[in-house]
């Protein structure tokens, strides 16, 4: 059994040390209030027994919390006035330094929440370590100046969760849709220098990628960019080759041929493509920002995005060297091809690639065989996309966060905006813990859930009003340079704050275990538990509307891909509830409406289920399935997105895709208990070092390469297939 100690660092569970610390404080009241030595030794019994059910590693407050009770249990009050008095002390000792040891326990590594806090991040390389060390620091700023107290202590709790509270302090905003095609064709400005339209397909692959890194160095959230704004300069190259071809015959003096001229500059831009396409999966995944990892970046596919014609043709062009690709993968350091994390691709489902009989179905059955092996593309039904946002299809930025149509904004032609557009940031609430506060009292569930709104309300506006006042001059390439609007310097960003232009989330997560606490059953089940769900996401929506209006802040609903924080939630659950069968028992919660990782149901039911609340989810939301290797059934995969086209917006298969470079084995690495601690082995041949194994899982609607922290790990193992 292990326990968690304040720097992070994980260490071996010592019963002596609660007996001990029992017997000290025993000491210090009057002989005829102390303890008796075996009302002690059932304290320390009684508090090991909680920490070995739990199932997890507990960390010391959580411990000395029990102790706490365990000493007021046996009324032995002036014992546990001097535990608390000397915790107390202790506290205000640590407070007057709240990050040194963090920091400390960061460049020793042994930091056991922060080595698993990001499964994107390798905590080992020293730009990830900066990033974390200046995230500590970030984080106990907001928490000592810049947040209201109790912002602070809702969040510390677990009644809500505020987002990415390490970048709080800089005037940073969340994700974006990059308008890749206004920096394209009017230049843009990278590190001072001046970055003209480019004359081939090739050096616009280049700037895009050099945007991207500049970018996500800007913001902290995902981006995403449309295969669409590259197709232009697709035929750039095309007629400069067909230029270089013609003037090459008739410098040989060879009997000029068009369609000779033609067929040898198509043979010439294939090559261009290839080594664009090259240019832009290599760079991303070898290019570090300042926060220590690759960018988080969506690359959209949509045929429709463009004019039918030679346009279109060029986009299935790049769309299936896209696929093929990443279909390849990437070489790891012992030169196997394994599974990237990034780029995140989304593929469109539409009329023109949806059966058999359509002229793109030859590029579906292409992202068919990647899903199946790379776990990429996910799906977006035109059809189903375009009734829930007015007759619109666009892509959302980063893993799901969901622009809203505007009809103030619109671009001059008369159609929607939503490349050059953001989101300010996220908060969180935890609609478990409002359920269990509710103590399954139906009118005392709808108040709380009220104040607990309330409280994101006030932590948006907050997170809203530390952009205010943002001058564009504190990321160039964003404000000024085309990314997402054309600033002046010094101008101010507020108007992108109001009116739509950028929305504000509101998350929520833990739907499945609210429904299972206040009516028994899950949400899935159609007498009453789903009637209640849809309640629940309704009063959310008309929460956000309400703000709306008050505000004119584009408040939208969001489905939150919890990653640590479903971690976080389940401990602050269970400290505050105890272990509650089916609602509070497992070390993780539900991410946002999807049916629980452990509820027996097939693919397209669960599908079905969810495209309802993806309807209540407007500023964002994803659903999948898990599915088994697939690599040798692709006609499965294929019925299962025909199935996303007609039913749901937007989904996922969820496959899994290893390697061991200790055996080579490639097939799934499995998770094994070790000392009461979730490790990974690899089934062949017993290998549990993570530095030594490729592991691509699913997590939060993105891939994720760097391994987990306990509670989500103990989601991926207790995830049951659907197909």
């Known amino acids: 059994m292990k326990i968690i100690k304040r720097s992070g660092a994980e260490a071996g569970f010592d019963q002596s040390k609660i007996t001990n610390a ?11 209030k102390r303890l008796t030595a075996e009302q002690i030794n059932d304290i320390s019994n009684a508090v090991t027994a909680v920490c070995d059910e739990m199932n997890r590693a507990m960390n010391v407050e959580e411990i000395q919390d029990l102790v706490e009770n365990q000493i007021m249990k046996h009324q032995a009050y002036e014992v546990a006035r001097s535990y608390i008095t000397y915790r107390y002390k202790r506290a205000l000792v640590r407070r007057s330094n709240t990050t040194d040891e963090q920091i400390m326990s960061l460049l020793e590594f042994d930091n056991e929440e922060v080595k698993q806090e990001n499964s994107n991040k390798n905590p080992l390389v020293n730009s990830v370590q900066r990033d974390y060390m200046a995230g500590e620091v970030s984080k106990d700023i907001p928490r000592r100046f810049l947040l209201p107290e109790y912002i602070v202590e809702a969040h ?11 970048y709080f302090a800089q005037h940073m905003h ?3 849709l990059i308008n890749l095609q206004d920096m394209l064709d009017n230049g843009t400005v990278i590190s001072e220098t001046m970055i003209e339209t480019p004359h081939t397909f090739a050096t616009a692959c280049n700037i895009a990628t050099q945007s991207i890194a500049q970018i996500a160095s800007s913001q902290y959230g995902g981006q995403s960019i449309s295969l669409a704004h590259l197709v232009p300069y697709v035929d750039v190259s095309r007629q400069r080759y067909r230029r270089e071809v013609r003037e090459e015959f008739e410098a040989a003096g060879i009997v000029l041929d068009q369609e000779k001229i033609n067929q040898i500059a198509e043979d010439r831009l294939r090559k261009e493509v290839k080594q664009g396409v090259q240019m832009i999966q290599y760079q991303v995944i070898t290019l570090m920002t300042t926060n220590g990892q690759a960018p988080f970046i969506t690359i959209f596919m949509y045929l429709h995005e463009v004019e039918e014609g030679q346009s279109r043709e060029d986009l299935a062009m790049l769309i299936e060297e896209v696929l093929e690709q990443r279909i390849q993968g990437i070489k790891n350091e012992k030169g196997v091809f394994i599974t990237p994390a990034f780029p995140k691709l989304i593929y469109v489902l539409e009329p023109d690639n949806i059966t058999e009989e359509s002229k793109y179905w030859y590029l579906t059955e292409l992202a068919a065989r990647c899903t199946a092996k790379r776990l990429v593309p996910d799906y977006i039904s035109e059809k189903v996309m375009k009734e829930l946002k007015k007759g619109n299809c666009y892509t959302c930025m980063g893993c799901r966060s969901f622009l809203t149509v505007e009809e103030s904004q619109k671009n001059p032609d008369g159609s929607y905006k939503f490349y050059g557009r953001f989101n300010q940031g996220v908060v969180t609430i935890n609609l478990v813990d409002v359920a269990c506060s509710s103590e399954k009292d139906m009118d005392k569930f709808w108040r709380i859930f009220d104040e607990r709104l309330e409280l994101c309300h006030e932590a948006l506006l907050i997170r809203h009003n530390r952009l205010k006042g943002t001058v ?19 101008e101010k960003i507020d108007p992108l704050l109001y009116n739509g232009y950028s929305t504000i989330s509101l998350g929520y997560a833990g739907l499945y275990e609210c429904t299972k606490y206040m009516t028994g059953k899950s949400h899935t089940d159609p007498e009453g538990g789903t009637e209640f769900a849809l309640a629940v996401m309704q009063h959310m929506n008309d929460a956000c509307a309400k703000w709306r209006a008050e505000s004119n802040i584009a408040f939208r609903l969001y489905g939150t891909p919890l990653e640590s924080t479903t971690y976080k939630f389940a401990k602050c659950l269970q400290k505050r509830f105890g272990l509650i069968p089916g609602v509070t028992d497992k070390n993780y919660i539900t991410n946002s409406y999807h049916v629980h990782v452990t509820e027996e149901i097939d693919a397209f039911t669960k599908l079905k289920f969810e495209a309802q609340f993806q309807a209540l989810s407007p500023g964002g939301a994803i659903s999948y399935v898990e599915v088994p290797d697939m690599k040798d059934n692709i006609p499965a995969v294929l019925s299962v997105i025909k199935f996303i086209y007609e039913n749901i917006m937007y989904a ?4 899994k895709s290893d390697y061991c470079q200790v055996c080579g084995y490639d097939g799934e690495i499995s998770i094994v208990e070790e000392d009461g601690k979730l490790v990974w082995e690899c089934p062949n041949c017993g290998n549990r070092d993570q530095s030594k194994l490729n592991v691509a899982r699913r997590t939060c609607g993105y891939i994720g390469t760097q391994f987990w922290n306990q509670g989500r790990t103990q989601e991926i193992r207790d995830r049951v297939l659907h197909l």
């Not at 029992?22 to 005829?32: C, H, L, T």
């Not at 996922?652 to 496959?655: G, K, P, S, V």
């Open 22 to 32: 029992v017997i000290k404080a025993n000491n210090s009241v009057r002989e005829d």
């Open 156 to 166: 510390e709790k677990g009644l809500i969760h505020f987002h990415d509270a390490d």
């Open 174 to 176: 969340n994700c974006c």
């Open 472 to 490: 564009s001059d504190v990321a160039p390439i964003l404000w000024q340079f085309g990314a997402l609007a054309r600033l002046g310097k010094g």
């Open 652 to 655: 996922e298969l969820n496959t």
